[in-house]
């Protein structure tokens, strides 16, 4: 990839000039073709429902196979990549935080569903195994596409509505785990932080700022997160660092100079170090090495 940055593509990227929404939710082909370079990430949610076709959809170097009846859900940052058989058929439905929170009195609403902002950081997809429950979710999105080019007034309340029960359906059917089978405030205080280490990592700042982002101290965060993930906060912190400079190695041209001071680190001997120490190379091996 001969960029210096991971295309970043906001929600306006994927529709026409005279439809600037929060959402889009459209059939999903091989014609898709909005010019966007892969790997990319977003700064929105996105739902893809494939329900014919087969290949291989990668987010944050995991790769999942594409199967008929699966549904892939992606969270605003994470980085993907799709290689699509040319019989490939679905819908797809991006939408910011914004549209699918108006009305909501809960901010967390979006957090409490498993397959965004996962705790475990795997991100597979639903696997539909039920011939009801295909149907019903391809109605759903069949519906929602149908609102999206009528002229109706009410459209995007019916399309948030829709949205609403596609969520929940695939709450219901999602995986259960251990890590998204908790409940309560600390699953959520997780999630939260989540959230934010996406908004900050590039700041390289410590446990205690987080904390104070999150109105709680650094023992209650890192006993919050090791009790439900094994994990500490520092560890989630090192571990979001990583996945960045491996995705700068890979993806982009810079420097091992330019990726240190883009994420803040003091000076480029003790960024080399820092990863070396976590990955057992040096990052210039790392680049060669893939």
Do not use: W
Request: aromatic share 12%.
């Amino acid at each position: 990839m001969s960029s210096e940055h991971i295309p970043v593509y906001s929600i306006n990227k994927f529709q026409r000039e005279d439809h600037r929404k929060k959402f889009q939710i459209e059939v999903f082909d091989k014609n898709r073709n909005f010019k966007v370079t892969y790997p990319h990430r977003h700064d929105f949610y996105e739902i893809l429902f494939i329900t014919q076709g087969t290949g291989s959809h990668t987010i944050d170097f995991q790769k999942y196979e594409i199967k008929p009846n699966s549904i892939f859900f992606l969270s605003p940052g994470q980085i993907h990549n799709l290689e699509l058989s040319d019989d490939i058929l679905g819908f797809i439905f991006l939408f910011t935080s914004e549209f699918y929170l108006i009305n909501k009195q809960d901010k967390n609403k979006l957090l409490e569903l498993p397959f965004f902002y996962s705790i475990s950081n795997e991100n597979p997809p639903l696997l539909l195994s039920s011939g009801n429950d295909t149907k019903l979710l391809s109605d759903l999105f069949s519906q929602a596409c149908q609102e999206n080019g009528s002229l109706k007034e009410d459209s995007e309340e019916l399309i948030g509505s829709l949205l609403d029960i596609i969520l929940i359906q695939c709450k219901r059917l999602y995986p259960v785990t251990s890590a998204n089978q908790t409940r309560g405030k600390g699953k959520l205080l997780v999630k939260r932080f989540k959230l934010l280490l996406e908004e900050k990592y590039q700041e390289n700042i410590p446990v205690k700022n987080y904390a104070a982002l999150l109105s709680v101290t650094p023992n209650h965060l890192n006993e919050t997160i090791k009790s439900l993930t094994g994990r500490t906060a520092t560890d989630m912190i090192s571990e979001k660092m990583i996945l960045e400079i491996k995705r700068l190695l890979l993806h982009t041209e810079l420097t091992v100079s330019e990726i240190a001071f883009q994420l803040n680190f003091s000076d480029q001997s003790y960024f080399s170090r820092y990863f070396r120490n976590k990955v057992g190379i040096s990052p210039l091996e790392f680049r060669k090495s893939h």
